[in-house]
Nanobody, 124 residues
Framework: QVQLVESGGGLVQAGGSLRLSCAAS????????MGWFRQAPEKEREFVTAINWSGGTTYYADSVKGRFTISRDNAKNTVYLQMNSLKPEDTAVYYCASARWPYTIVTVTDWGYWGQGTQVTVSS
C-alpha cells in the first residue's frame, strides 16, 4: 500500500521561503517519478513540478519556474519542494503525488497516488 505524507506547510510572509517534504512508503521509491500539485480555494488542482525516478529530470509550471526547486533523496524515500520568493498567489493546499508506473517520463506521468496535502499560506 503506497502512502505519501506531506509536511512543512505553514504561514509565511510574501518574499519568504518554505520547504515541503513528502515521505513515501509501500514500494520502491527510487523507481517512480514524483510530483507536487496545489489547489487554491475555489480553483482546480494544478501541476506545480515533477521529478523523474533518478532525479535527473525536472519539470516546472511557468508560474513557479525560478522560485521553486524540486529534489529527491532516494535513500530517505523523500521528495522535497523548496519554495522561495513566495507570493500570496502561491497560497494553496500542496499535494505530493507518485507515478502509477515506474520509470515514466514526468511530462506524461499517470499520477496514481496522492498525499493528504499540506496548507501553505502566504500573507501580503
Amino acid at each position: 500500500q503506497v502512502q505519501l505524507v506531506e509536511s512543512g506547510g505553514g504561514l509565511v510572509q510574501a518574499g519568504g521561503s518554505l520547504r515541503l517534504s513528502c515521505a513515501a512508503s509501500g514500494r520502491t521509491f527510487s523507481s517512480y517519478a514524483m510530483g507536487w500539485f496545489r489547489q487554491a480555494p475555489e480553483k482546480e488542482r494544478e501541476f506545480v513540478t515533477a521529478i523523474n525516478w533518478s532525479g535527473g529530470t525536472t519539470y516546472y509550471a511557468d508560474s513557479v519556474k525560478g522560485r521553486f526547486t524540486i529534489s529527491r533523496d532516494n535513500a530517505k524515500n523523500t521528495v522535497y519542494l523548496q519554495m522561495n520568493s513566495l507570493k500570496p498567489e502561491d497560497t494553496a493546499v500542496y499535494y505530493c503525488a507518485s507515478a502509477r508506473w515506474p520509470y515514466t517520463i514526468v511530462t506524461v506521468t499517470d499520477w496514481g497516488y496522492w498525499g493528504q496535502g499540506t496548507q501553505v499560506t502566504v500573507s501580503s
